[in-house]
């Protein structure tokens, strides 16, 4: 039987766990030097297991754009601004010359995220800010949410915590993959549903 859409009255409209539930209180505030963008794919916006949201709850400056949204194309003006890099991996991509002041973030599946660098001119020009293979101890690559769609992938919070430990910031990463953690604790509870008595 098919599933029918969300019941949204039932879950917190910021970090979008069950009300009963709610990361909230969990939730770290994190500054850093780094702005991070996260351009979030439409079909993001009412999965619960949607990890760019509690990263940007998390950071001061973090910030969602939504795109391929119904109706009128998103503002991608952001993406524009001097100093700008986007997180994503490519051999042939220009090379930062200098930190950058603001890292965008593609929040989605791998197929998405491929998909926004062909179709947003923007990104196709900026540099590229790749991470290498999992080598940090704050990942959690054996109880993920969602099974990755390719050998490596990293959640988007994980993804996050990754280009702040490169950018020279692994206390704020450490605080990201914190919440990761938690948050994957819980999620796991709910899935399983409550222990027998």
Request: proline residues 13%; aromatic residues 6%.
């Amino acid at each position: 039987m098919p599933h029918g859409p969300p019941d949204l009255s039932r879950r917190c409209p910021r970090c979008f766990f069950p009300r009963a539930e709610c990361l909230c209180l969990d939730v770290p505030r994190v500054a850093t030097r780094t702005r991070f963008l996260v351009l979030r794919h439409a079909s993001e916006l009412v999965r619960s297991s949607n990890s760019g949201r509690w990263a940007a709850l998390a950071l001061f400056q973090a910030r969602i754009l939504d795109y391929a949204l119904p109706g009128p194309p998103s503002d991608l003006s952001a993406l524009e601004e001097p100093g700008t890099a986007v997180l994503f991996p490519s051999p042939h991509a220009p090379r930062l010359a200098a930190p950058p002041r603001q890292v965008i973030v593609l929040d989605g599946t791998w197929a998405q995220a491929r998909r926004m660098i062909q179709r947003i001119p923007a990104l196709q020009t900026l540099p590229r800010l790749s991470l290498p293979a999992r080598t940090y101890p704050g990942l959690r690559p054996d109880a993920p949410l969602r099974k990755p769609t390719v050998t490596g992938g990293f959640s988007t919070i994980e993804a996050m915590a990754g280009a702040l430990v490169l950018l020279g910031e692994p206390e704020a990463a450490r605080a990201l993959d914190a919440l990761h953690a938690t948050a994957l604790e819980r999620a796991w509870r709910l899935r399983r549903g409550p222990t027998p008595s």
